[in-house]
């Protein structure tokens, strides 16, 4: 009996989970904009045609938006919420592959979120300033890079020179974003000590700034 009550109670987490609700707030509104908090997350900006985590808004004005929830119509005033079951099957919504991925600024005024290299997951940061994405040795070595089979070359860091590694990334993927062949450099050491989203990954990018937010959309 005990044993037939615990399958019981992990099936109903595992269906709760499965079919949790999807919740969005409505925060701000603006003509063909939205400022949405999402299933308590922090505030985002949508625009019309937008999706986020099975939320895309259609239309809004100052008065009211109007959104689909799950493959649900729902039209939301300003502090109105709405709260729509996900289905089994998710929608098919401009929210599948490639579709564009917000970032907002931290105290600092950086863009920092995870991404995953060879599917393990790494924090990043946007990095204008990086030639290429650059990552230190032991996350490297964490996504399965052979590095050494790169070519060696020598890098001016702020901690000075370091010797790194000029290797190519199978697959990198932000949010929804895949990007395929990325070239990096490895460097020895744990330095930097975050992943840098720096060119060769941003030249394939459209990077669109909105005071605290960054909407990185995928061009080829």
């Known amino acids: 009996m005990k044993i037939k009550a615990l399958v019981l109670l992990v099936a109903s987490v595992f269906a709760s989970i ?4 999807t919740r969005v707030n ?12 999402i299933n308590g997350g922090s505030p985002q900006s949508l625009s019309a045609g937008q999706t986020s985590n099975g939320v895309k ?11 689909i ?26 929210g599948g592959p490639n579709s564009p991925v917000t970032l907002y600024a931290d105290a ?33 070595k964490y996504a399965k890079i052979d590095y ?8 001016s860091t702020a901690n000075g ?9 199978n697959t990198l993927k932000i949010g929804t974003i895949v990007l395929n062949n990325v070239q ?7 330095s930097p000590a975050v992943v840098l989203l720096g060119m060769t990954a941003q030249n394939r990018l459209d990077l669109k700034r909105e005071n605290s937010i960054l909407t990185l959309t995928k061009k080829y």
């Open 184 to 190: 990096a450099t490895v460097n020895e050491g744990g």
């Open 26 to 37: 409505v925060v701000g509104l603006f003509n063909n904009k939205a400022l949405v908090i």
């Open 69 to 94: 929830v799950e493959g649900k119509r729902q039209v939301l005033k300003m502090g109105q919420a709405a709260s729509v079951a996900a289905s089994a099957v998710p929608a098919n919504s401009d």
């Open 161 to 169: 020179v370091v010797s790194a590694y000029l290797v190519t990334l």
């Open 18 to 21: 499965a079919f949790a609700d």
């Open 57 to 67: 808004l259609i239309s809004a004005d100052s008065t009211s938006g109007t959104f």
């Open 108 to 140: 600092n005024g950086h863009f920092l979120g995870n991404l995953s290299i060879n599917g393990v997951s790494l924090k990043y940061l946007v990095d204008t300033g990086a030639t290429t994405v650059a990552l230190n040795s032991g996350d490297a």
């Open 148 to 155: 050494e089979k790169g070519q060696r070359v020598n890098m």
